[in-house]
């Protein structure tokens, strides 16, 4: 049987040929769903020699993906109108647009999300490469849906599923919004899990490796979903225990092995979890230079504190006040603890993480502390309607207007950094860190 050779060309034809070419495009519907296909990975678009037995278009066509033409997301967004501008990362910008129905068939009307790749940005061809290649192969309940993708010329778009409550950094750290309860923390916590689990037990494993709060999206009823796929590897195989690569992630969130050594495995990933579930706990974040020297790295300022309840409530979110289960709190505050060991074979599997989660969403959000009520007088009840047991009814807040897929708001807070050095001299910089000259000397 003779073997077609890969090219660009086969590969995304949409980034070639005539408007002739592209009309007929524009006029076929999507091949429909294969019951099974072989994954394609990065590495076999990576080597000009590699060869597949089938077009590697048509495998994708058959995971659903949509091959959009950029008139058509001009029209879906607007053309790129700033009104419906929702945020930026290192990628580039994202659009709000809105699918209609008659755009072509098997595509129902639906809001989208639109990613531009910024030709001058972090990230360029190759992490939109390894989007595509990812998101339009897997599919899971907490992995953000890839509707199609656009390459034209130089031009590099993606369409995603539309996530209205935008990302979890957004609902945890923004300023004025409603504080998330108790209970969709440990949901978001879950859900979360779950995706990573599915990623790295996949038949070909996947590492995540830029797990962060602003790349966990929200949907109408909080349920999380993975997004942002373009630094993600294929994980080791065979006899493989790691993945040597070049040092890429987040300050804050990246673990502290793989910034020193390049080598990645699926418990890179799991430390990066223990660190969103302490934001999850402490609703701080990850790396906050306006706190004090100590204070500034979550993972080391707080993890020390995890395992002595005194010290773990003083370190819970205020804007719970009060308001979560102590048990509760104390198991997932034990769970971040192991997953933020300093020695990689002493974290927890993802599916353990899933496990040790699961209970917790059954635990009521009980006041911590003692109540203490004081009976008014006549003259000092308050005019307006009291709830039983005499708690003044509270207007809840207004929450924003400004939301959906706002993780790509850039944050000086919460920087991405995609330099080795920097990422290493951040952790030499660390006191509690290994590297740090104090440490080894002592």
């Keep these: 049987m003779a073997v077609k050779k890969i090219t660009w060309r086969s590969v995304f034809p949409a980034c070639y040929g005539s408007e002739k070419m592209a009309s007929k495009r524009r006029k076929a519907a999507v091949v429909a769903k294969q019951t099974s296909f072989q994954r394609i990975s990065i590495s076999d678009l990576s080597n000009p020699g590699s060869t597949l037995s089938e077009d590697l278009s048509t495998s994708l066509m058959g995971s659903n993906l949509h091959v959009f033409t950029l008139t058509e997301l001009k029209v879906i967004c607007q053309n790129f109108s700033s009104n419906n501008f929702i945020g930026e990362g290192g990628f580039g910008p994202v659009h709000k647009g809105f699918i209609d129905d008659k755009l ?24 939109w490469l390894t989007e595509v ?17 656009c390459c034209e010329d130089e031009h590099r778009l993606l369409v995603y599923e539309y996530m209205p409550r935008g990302s979890l950094e957004n609902q945890l750290f923004r300023r004025y919004s409603v504080s998330l309860p108790w209970s969709t923390r440990m949901k978001i916590a879950l859900g979360a899990a779950k995706g990573l689990a599915f990623l790295h037990e996949a038949e070909k494993p996947v590492i995540y490796r830029d797990f962060k709060a602003s790349n966990i999206l929200l949907d109408s009823d909080h349920t999380p979903k993975l997004s942002d796929f373009g630094l993600a590897k294929d994980g080791p195989e065979g006899d493989d225990t790691h993945v040597s690569t070049r040092v890429m992630g987040t300050q804050g969130y990246a673990a502290p092995e793989y910034i020193m050594t390049g080598h990645l495995t699926a418990m890179s990933d799991v430390y990066s979890f223990g660190v969103v579930l302490l934001e999850l706990l402490t609703g701080r974040r990850s790396v906050d230079k306006t706190r004090p020297n100590r204070e500034q790295n979550l993972a080391e300022w707080a993890r020390p504190q995890l395992n002595d309840s005194r010290k773990l409530a003083r370190i819970m979110d205020p804007r719970l006040e009060g308001q979560y289960s102590e048990a509760g709190a ?17 974290r927890p599997t993802m599916s353990t993480v899933v496990k040790t989660l699961e ?40 929450e924003s207007s400004h939301q959906g897929h706002r993780h790509r708001m850039r944050s000086p807070k919460s920087p991405t950094i995609y330099s080795e050095t920097a990422l290493r001299q951040n952790l030499r910089n660390s006191p509690n860190s290994p590297l740090h000259p104090r440490s080894r000397g002592s």
């Design 104 to 127: 072509r068939p098997g595509l129902k009307a639906q809001p989208v999300a639109v990613k531009l790749l910024d030709l001058e940005g972090l990230q360029g061809h190759r992490e």
């Design 133 to 149: 290649i990812f998101l339009g192969q897997l599919r899971h309940p907490h992995l953000v849906k890839l509707i199609g993708y």
């Design 330 to 346: 104390q198991s997932a505050a034990a769970l971040a603890y192991q997953c933020l060991s300093h020695r990689p074979k002493h």
């Design 359 to 398: 209970p917790l969403q059954d635990y009521n959000e009980i006041p911590v502390g003692t109540f203490v009520y004081t009976v008014p007088s006549e003259n000092d009840l308050p005019k307006e309607e009291t709830k039983e047991g005499g708690e003044a009814q509270k207007e809840p807040k207004k």
